[in-house]
């Protein structure tokens, strides 16, 4: 099955930046839509930002003009890009496909805290 593997997490000050990435083991960016989700502490897991296979991108109205969603089809990558960051933003943060979904991977940590 293709795996997911997320990186690019850390511990930023509210305003900064970070940019995620999601590498998938198998050739599916193309094909499948793709998504980035988040989950903090106590809460459910929520979706971020959705990419489809024709390249349009949503977004959840709380990051809509901050994060930008990406790919690179050669790559096998997804990418995250989260400017102006808050300390509301804290989570791990998971990419998956939309649907069928996969198997979550280890996620990366985004803390926004001064």
């Known amino acids: 099955q293709v795996q997911l593997v997320e990186s690019g997490g850390g511990l930023v000050q509210p305003g900064g930046s970070l940019r995620l990435s999601c590498v998938a083991s198998?050739?599916?960016?193309?094909?499948?839509?793709m998504a980035w989700y988040r989950q903090a502490p106590g809460k459910q897991r929520e979706l971020v930002a959705t990419?489809?296979?024709?390249?349009?991108?949503n977004y959840a109205d709380s990051v809509k003009g901050r994060f930008s969603i990406s790919r690179d089809t050669v790559k096998n990558t997804v990418y995250l890009q989260m400017n102006s960051l808050k300390p509301e933003d804290t989570a791990a943060y998971y990419c998956?496909?939309?649907?069928?979904?996969?198997?979550w991977g280890q996620g990366t940590q985004v803390t926004v805290s001064s």
């Open positions: 198998g050739s599916i960016i193309s094909m499948y839509a």
């Open positions: 990419i489809y296979s024709l390249g349009t991108t």
């Open positions: 998956n496909r939309v649907n069928p979904r996969l198997s």
